[in-house]
């Protein structure tokens, strides 16, 4: 047996040196990736908390890393960050600016967001090219502000036992709750894994729709959801047997082989996935007693089989919290012939040791790799089908380290994943406060050194959080960090349960523990053997890029056509380029903040002339989203619950302050980017601020080949928002109004739109709309009745109605929205606004300030320092108003992709 290679050291993402070479007979392989999922992206995604109620802010960080090093990224500058709801609803999304392989953003949660489970996920462009795999999620819960206005429009879930097998489940619609103006009859899905059934109900009352439906034994979860006949949506997952346990074995390297000693791992979990602490016993078909089985809290536990592939094997199994019922779960067929590999460790050393059955080969290989880069590639005689290796652990990176059986002809048998930790790479981070004790409002003073193994500055990057270890320490202790991510979590699909427990030394048998969690996760291991067209380049910077063609036909696209893109941003920028042979072209925009900006490009050919070609702009293709129904069954537990009260006490005390003229709120009003538009302000100080805003942009995405105009898209997309009716008969034309029974008026870029002119509003181009705006029950509105219908008799002008206020790019009205010769107008997403987090300065408060309470849960929160040469930077905040113990947690990330995790507590007293 021999090492072939020692490990290189790896410098960046397309310069990565790999070898698989061996002493002869074996010969140097060209240099290649053991997967090309290791030039992708991974990115942790942080937040400030995993709690949430409505009128609170999410705090995010996003660190961005090459996959093979966790170096930070130099592909892409910019990341999409999305708020996703249990129906797959994106509720909200954000354009962040990654720089140096880091960003940070924010979502702010209003009263538009029911409670409930939530996702939040992240992605560039690069990462698509490689499907869901390196798109980061996380899921947190939302709850309503106040404890008594807490919405719940499906209610009253109960299963009902009909017979041994069969159930009936019951439910309560109460579509009122999502859709003021439902009525009649309500259409109710339900969803019970593979297979999705749809009916319709009526109500007894009008108000609560009684739903019944019969269910099995086999069906775990329901998805119940709802549409409202305006077409609003509304589902709930439930679990049908929550207490019944899902156990799985895993036999080491995927199989149980007939003779062969094999280590058994075997996970025990409840319908959300969580580990659940079971007892049993294993038996034959013939009811020979094998051995009994223990798992912990983790539901992981191991024992020891040598399989006969003449017979079957199950398992008898109780859960500790219902020991009265027995479930029985088969093992894995055996395998009559194959292959196994083992891995132990002794001291600094791993060791390997192959077997095969029957003993046929004489020689085999085993390949090493780590986050699909290849390391070594060892190979060895097999005497008796055995086969015996071993490899020092600090050759190897820190992280999850994939062996490979190969046969003769190296073709893969087994596989064996191993979570090395050597403690060579690690990241320290020394924290010091200024005293040992604070009180409530105290300033505090936390310096922070960065080293590391050697003792030496290391540059870093880190995030600060603070928060009351009371509320945020048992959650904290389990849960992701960068740390469990980046050297553990990220290389598995479907995310790890309590990942911060694996890597906490507070926990002494959470090295055996990790082994048997690398032993359940070979099928979803990331870097299999697996090739992905890479079609899709990174974006460094913002960009606008599209394809011209003739202006007759759109499959026509059209060479060396000049170019001039101005962004009409806080600068505006005039960028100017040519179109190459396959009529594309690609502007990079420089940096800009807020929502959207306004772009205009115009075609001229090769003489200069202004042409009107057809210009596409390319659009940003949203990935599938796949939201685990497991996620949204909601489990309220005591810690969470803690929470949630503590900052509902918060908002409650908050707003009695906001509402007394007595006290001026701290918080920066945040004004959206349409409300700075001299148009938007004059309708909005004439008709009031809009109830709901439909993004022009939006409307031509959904634009099809048969649309004739604004209203075509709107009558067969929005019509929750708005209806449009036909009037005139035949030869007549749209009609628009707001979806309730007053009167509806339109303006066009804040010029009222005559009654006479109202057909030609249906057949604007929907390429020349900004935004169309829903204001219900505006004010002013009998005045612009009389503007609208100048020959009325004032007692004809009704008192309440609504406006659809129109936008456009010419901004002049309905009659200026013909398209000019060579000139594109669009509007573009740019980086989202950055907001400091917000919190008191006591040395800078009026004493009618100082009044309110300070009922902060989270303490400090700062996504974005860095240390000096030295490794150090400093943290200064003030503490709340509540006592008790602090907890101050901070992550790193080197700039040789080395993470550091670390917690500090102190005391605050009264």
């Known amino acids: 047996m021999s090492f072939i290679l020692p490990r290189h050291e790896l410098t960046s993402f397309f310069g990565l040196i790999l070898f698989l070479c061996a002493v002869s007979p074996i010969r140097a392989q060209r240099p290649k990736l053991a997967s090309d999922a290791a030039i992708a992206e991974k990115i942790y995604l942080q937040t400030d908390s995993e709690i949430y109620i409505n009128e609170q802010v999410i705090w995010l960080k996003l660190f961005v890393v090459e996959a093979a090093t966790n170096r930070p990224t130099k592909l892409s500058g910019v990341l999409y960050a999305e708020l996703i709801d249990a129906n797959g609803n994106i509720m909200d999304e954000k354009l962040v600016k990654i720089e140096n392989g880091t960003g940070n953003s924010f979502f702010e949660l209003t009263n538009q967001y029911l409670p409930g489970r939530y996702m939040l996920r992240a992605y560039t462009a690069w990462n698509r090219n490689f499907g869901d795999t390196f798109i980061s999620r996380k899921y947190i819960d939302i709850y309503s502000s106040e404890e008594e206005k807490r919405l719940t429009p499906i209610q009253n879930t109960v299963v009902t036992e009909e017979s041994k097998a069969n159930y009936l489940l019951s439910a309560e619609f109460l579509p009122q709750r999502i859709d003021s103006l439902h009525s009649k009859k309500l259409d109710v899905f339900i969803n019970l894994g593979e297979d999705t059934d749809s009916l319709s109900i009526k109500s007894q009352d009008g108000h609560v729709y009684s739903f019944q439906y019969p269910i099995t034994a086999v069906h775990h979860l329901a998805t119940l959801g709802m549409r409202t006949i305006n077409g609003r949506y509304y589902s709930k997952t439930i679990a049908l047997h929550p207490s019944l346990p899902e156990v799985t074995f895993y036999p080491e390297s995927g199989h149980l082989v007939h003779g062969i000693l094999n280590r058994v791992v075997f996970k025990a979990t409840d319908v959300k996935g969580n580990g659940l602490n079971i007892t049993g016993a294993i ?11 223990t ?6 536990g191991t024992f020891m089989l040598r399989p006969d592939s003449s017979k079957t094997y199950h398992a008898a199994i109780n859960a500790v919290t219902d020991s009265t019922e027995t479930h029985t779960f088969n093992l894995p067929k055996v395998k009559s012939n194959g292959n196994t590999l083992n891995v132990n460790t002794f001291k600094n050393q791993i ?32 005497a008796n089908g055995q086969m015996a290796a071993a490899i020092a652990a600090d050759q190897l990176p820190n992280g999850v380290i994939a062996f490979t059986l190969l046969d003769s002809d190296r073709r893969p048998v087994a596989q064996r994943l191993f979570f090395n930790k050597t403690g060579r790479d690690e990241v320290n981070i020394e924290i010091k406060a200024d005293s040992i004790t604070y009180h409530p409002r105290s300033k505090m003073a936390i310096s922070v050194k960065v080293s590391d193994s050697t003792g030496n500055p290391a540059p870093a990057q880190i995030a600060v959080k603070v928060v009351n270890k009371q509320l945020y320490g048992p959650l904290q202790e389990k849960n992701t960090n960068i740390e469990s991510f980046f050297l553990l979590e990220s290389d598995f699909d479907g995310g790890i349960k309590q990942p911060g427990y694996y890597l906490s030394p ?4 959470r090295l055996q523990e990790l082994d048997m969690l690398m032993m359940t996760k070979n099928r979803t291991y990331r870097y299999g053997i697996k090739e992905h067209q890479l079609t899709i380049p990174p974006e460094p910077s913002l960009k606008v890029a599209g394809t011209v063609s003739s202006a007759f036909s759109k499959k026509k696209k059209k060479e060396g056509i000049d170019l001039t893109l101005m962004a009409f941003g806080e600068e505006a920028s005039l960028l100017k380029q040519q179109t190459d042979s396959l009529g594309r072209f690609h502007f990079n925009l420089p940096d800009h903040f807020g929502q959207h900006i306004n772009v205009l490009l115009q075609t001229a050919n090769a003489n200069g002339k202004k042409r009107n070609y057809t210009v596409q702009l390319d659009r940003k293709e949203v990935p599938t989203v796949h939201f685990d129904q497991r996620e949204a069954i909601s489990i309220v537990d005591s810690v969470k619950h803690l929470l949630v009260k503590k900052q509902q006490e918060k908002h409650t005390v908050d707003e009695a302050f906001r509402l007394t003229g007595d006290y001026m709120e701290l918080e920066e009003v945040t004004v959206e980017d349409y409300l700075l ?5 004059k309708v909005m100080d004439r008709f009031g601020k809009p109830d709901d805003v439909i993004d022009g942009e939006e409307i031509e995405a959904r634009e099809q080949k048969w649309s004739y105009g604004l209203y075509s898209v709107l009558l067969f997309n929005y019509p929750e928002k708005v209806r449009i009716e036909r009037v005139g008969g035949a030869g007549g034309y749209l009609w ?8 509806t008026l339109v303006v066009v870029d804040g010029i009222p739109v005559m009654n006479y002119n109202y057909d030609l509003i249906p057949n604007i181009p929907p390429s020349e709309v900004k935004s169309v705006e829903l204001i219900e029950y505006a004010n002013n509105f009998s005045r612009l009745f009389m503007e609208v219908y100048p020959q009325a008799s004032p007692l004809e002008a009704p008192m309440t109605g609504n406006v659809i206020a129109i936008y456009t790019y010419a901004g002049k009205g309905v009659f200026s929205v013909d398209k000019p010769d060579g000139i594109l107008k669009a509007s573009v997403p740019i980086f989202s606004p950055k907001r400091n987090f917000e919190a008191p300065d006591y040395s800078k408060l009026t004493p009618q300030e100082r009044i309110k309470p300070d009922l902060r849960t989270l303490i400090h929160w700062d996504p974005a320092l860095t240390t000096d040469g030295k490794g150090k930077t400093l943290i200064n905040y003030y503490n709340a108003d509540i006592p008790g113990e602090m907890l101050i947690i901070i992550e790193a990330i080197t700039e040789d992709g080395k993470t550091g995790y ?9």
Not at 284 to 293: A, E, K, Q, T, V
Not at 295 to 300: E, I, K, P, Q
Not at 506 to 509: A, E, L, W
Request: proline share 5%.
């Open 283 to 293: 038996t034959d078909n013939d009811g020979n007693f094998i051995c009994d089985i």
């Open 506 to 509: 507070q926990h002494p048998t």
């Open 677 to 681: 538009t001299p148009q938007r302000q």
């Open 736 to 743: 628009a109004e707001v979806n309730n029974s007053e009167m």
């Open 902 to 910: 670390q917690k500090f507590t102190y005391q605050v007293k009264e």
């Open 295 to 300: 798992g912990t809290h983790l539901g992981l």
């Open 351 to 382: 060791r390997l040791s192959a077997y095969s059955f029957p003993a046929t080969q004489d020689s085999a290989y085993i390949k090493v790799s780590c986050r699909g880069v290849n390391y070594f590639l060892l190979k060895g005689p097999m």
